[in-house]
T-cell receptor
Framework: EAGVAQSPRYKIIEKRQSVAFWCNPI?????LYWYQQILGQGPKLLIQ????????DSQLPKDRFSAERLKGVDSTLKIQPAKLEDSAVYLC????????????????FGPGTRLTVL | AQKITQTQPGMFVQEKEAVTLDCTYD???????LFWYKQPSSGEMIFLIY??????QNATEGRYSLNFQKARKSANLVISASQLGDSAMYFC??????????????FGKGTHLIIQP
């Protein structure tokens, strides 16, 4: 079974430029998450999709970050314009749809995209 | 207030010794799940073990066990017979059940574990 795919693996841009990351979840996984991991910290949830709908984007900086999952499969995360503090690893994860009341819902993580903003 | 606290930024342990990684959490939701992930230098997040708030027994997975003390709100990871390949960052994370369909994880800052030969 193929894992979560992400591209690119590395990206270097200058501040105020735009950048986009792509994620392809595990086949059949209805739920997709984007996390931001700043160096030395744990991942922080940015947005959660259930199929092509947004479930939680409360921690997404909406003035510069946007994400979409148009067909309920692949997803893109965009930053426009980038700031120095956006330098981080962006992790995509996916999981099967969680049954109501079920807490165990393992998330499978991709390899991440390491973004450096100069 | 932090929801997940990992107080050990780094640990050095001799190979074959047991190691305990600390994690305390804060939630008012009676329904929650606790997870431990391993992140090697390559960067991928590897799921290790899960404990639900209503589980009566401590979770175990091979060399990993979770020392769950609900009243103290702690969920320490115990690795028995440590190996050189256990050297990595370890993250404790929580999912709270009372948030409808929103079930993203809240992570701690992690513990950097180094196993010495």
């Amino acid at each position: 079974e193929a894992g979560v795919a992400q591209s690119p693996r590395y990206k270097i841009i200058e501040k105020r430029q735009s950048v986009a990351f792509w994620c392809n979840p595990i086949s059949g996984h209805a739920t997709l998450y984007w996390y931001q991991q700043i160096l030395g910290q744990g991942p922080k949830l940015l947005i959660q999709f259930q199929n092509n709908g947004v479930v939680d984007d409360s921690q997404l900086p909406k003035d510069r970050f946007s994400a979409e999952r148009l067909k309920g499969v692949d997803s893109t995360l965009k930053i426009q314009p980038a700031k120095l503090e956006d330098s981080a690893v962006y992790l995509c994860a996916s999981s099967l749809y969680r049954l109501a009341g079920g807490l165990y819902n393992e998330q499978f993580f991709g390899p991440g995209t390491r973004l450096t903003v100069l | 207030a932090q929801k997940i606290t990992q107080t050990q930024p780094g640990m050095f342990v001799q190979e074959k010794e047991a190691v305990t990684l600390d994690c305390t959490y804060d939630t008012s939701d009676p329904s929650y799940g606790l997870f431990w992930y391993k992140q090697p230098s390559s960067g991928e997040m590897i799921f290790l073990i899960y404990q639900g708030s209503y589980d009566q027994q401590n979770a175990t997975e091979g060399r990993y066990s979770l020392n769950f003390q609900k009243a103290r709100k702690s969920a320490n990871l115990v690795i028995s017979a440590s190996q050189l390949g256990d050297s990595a960052m370890y993250f404790c994370a929580m999912r709270e059940g009372g948030r409808g369909g929103a079930d993203g994880l809240t992570f701690g800052k992690g513990t950097h574990l180094i196993i010495q030969p």
